[in-house]
C-alpha cells in the first residue's frame, strides 16, 4: 500500500518520495528510522506523527498485549520519534512538527479509555514543547480531527467507534497545513469539532465523561480485533 501511494505521488507530482516499512511498536523503533533517513541522505524538516490505533470496548475485556502495543504506538512512538529529530531541527533554528491528537484528547473516553488518554497526552506534550520551542524556529501544532475516513474504524473493530461525520482525508490534511505554515498551536478541522473543546470546558466534567460513554456504549458490541496493523495505519489524518 505505501509504495502504491508513493508511486501515485511520484507521477502526479514528480516530487521523490521514499518509502521505509517500520514496525513502531517495537522499543527501537524510532532510531532505526532515523538511522535510515541518515543513510538515504534524508534531512527531516517536517516531523509528521500520526500513526495509531484504538481499542473499542470494556478495558478489561481487551487483550492487555492489545492495550500496550497501543500505549506503544500512540504515546511512546511519538515521544521517540520527536527526541530523534528535534535537536537536529533546534540546532538549523527551523522546521515544524506537527503531532496528530483528536477531538477525544478533551473528555475521558469510555469504552476508548486507553485511546482517549494516549490523545490526551499528545495534546499536553505538544502544547508544553510548543513553549519549550519558543525563539529556537522550530514550530510545534497539535491537530484535533473527529472522525477521518480512513481505515482507523477497520482497525478498531466497530463502527459504534465513529461518532460525528467523517471527514475527507484532503480536508483535515489540508487545514493541518495550513494551521502548521501559520504557526497555530492547535487545530481542530471542521466547525462541529472545533465546539468539542468548548463544551469540555463549559460543562461538568461527570456529565462531559456519562454522555460520551452513552454515545460509545455501543462498541462493547463488537469484539475486539486480536491483531493490528503497524506502522502504515492511519488514525486520522
Request: include cysteine; charge should be positive; charged fraction near 25%.
Amino acid at each position: 500500500m505505501l509504495e502504491r501511494t508513493a508511486e501515485r505521488l511520484r507521477e502526479t507530482h514528480g516530487v521523490r518520495v521514499d518509502v521505509i516499512a517500520q514496525d513502531l511498536t517495537t522499543p527501537t523503533a524510532a532510531a532505526e528510522v532515523r538511522a535510515e533517513t541518515d543513510r538515504r541522505g534524508i534531512r527531516v524538516d517536517i516531523l509528521v506523527n500520526n500513526a495509531g490505533f484504538a481499542s473499542a470496548g470494556r478495558f478489561h475485556e481487551i487483550p492487555a498485549d492489545r492495550l500496550h502495543q497501543e500505549v506503544a504506538l500512540d504515546v511512546s512512538a511519538l515521544v521517540d520519534l520527536t527526541a530523534a529529530y528535534l535537536p537536529d531541527l533546534t540546532i538549523r533554528s527551523q522546521g515544524r512538527i506537527i503531532n496528530v491528537a483528536s477531538t477525544v484528547a478533551y473528555q475521558p473516553t469510555p469504552f476508548l479509555a486507553v485511546y482517549g488518554a494516549a490523545k490526551a497526552f499528545v495534546l499536553s506534550f505538544s502544547q508544553a514543547l510548543r513553549e519549550e520551542c519558543r525563539g529556537l524556529g522550530v514550530k510545534v501544532t497539535v491537530v484535533c480531527p473527529g472522525p477521518v475516513d480512513t481505515g482507523f474504524l477497520d482497525v478498531v473493530g466497530t463502527r459504534e467507534a465513529r461518532v460525528g461525520r467523517a471527514r475527507p482525508i484532503s480536508f483535515v490534511v489540508e487545514r493541518a497545513l495550513r494551521a502548521a505554515e501559520r504557526n497555530r498551536p492547535v487545530i481542530t478541522p471542521g466547525l462541529e469539532n472545533a465546539l468539542v473543546p468548548v463544551a469540555a470546558r463549559l460543562l461538568p466534567r461527570w456529565l462531559v465523561v456519562r454522555a460520551t460513554g452513552r454515545g460509545l456504549r455501543g462498541t462493547t458490541r463488537s469484539p475486539s480485533p486480536a491483531s493490528i496493523a503497524t506502522a502504515d495505519v492511519l488514525q486520522s489524518l
